[in-house]
Nanobody
Framework: QVQLVESGGGPVQAGGSLRLSCAPS????????MGWFRQAPGKEREFVAA????????YYANSVKGRFTISGDNAENTIYLQMNSLKPEDTAVYYC??????????????????WGQGTQVTVSS
């Protein structure tokens, strides 16, 4: 059984930074891409950022472009999300996800087979 474990969330003031991490536990597996999604109270889950290992490309939601940076280690199936210039509207539970299907559509949550339990990010004004 593969599990993804997120860490690094917490409270932060507006303008501050946080770095989220996501690593697998359990059996090893291969991924074609990994991503970050978030869900704020009363809202649907939304795409934040993703990385495609096969074409070494990163993807970002417009709302975080220029402030967030996704990076990772393909061999370890580990990803990070460096979040700078945080805003109160970034408050959400952040989830990492992994795609193992090979037909990778990075912004679509239904494409991801494995998900973490989420880590809370709270940005105060």
């Amino acid at each position: 059984q593969v599990q993804l474990v997120e860490s690094g969330g917490g409270p932060v003031q507006a303008g501050g930074s946080l770095r989220l991490s996501c690593a697998p536990s359990g059996r090893t597996f291969s991924t074609y891409g990994m991503g970050w999604f978030r869900q704020a109270p009363g809202k649907e889950r939304e795409f934040v950022a993703a990385i495609s290992w096969s074409i070494s490309t990163t993807y970002y939601a417009n709302s975080v472009k220029g402030r967030f940076t996704i990076s990772g280690d393909n061999a370890e199936n580990t990803i990070y999300l460096q979040m700078n210039s945080l805003k109160p509207e970034d408050t959400a539970v952040y989830y990492c996800a992994a795609d193992t299907s090979g037909d990778y559509h990075p912004t679509a949550d239904i494409e991801y087979e494995y998900w973490g339990q989420g880590t809370q990010v709270t940005v105060s004004s």
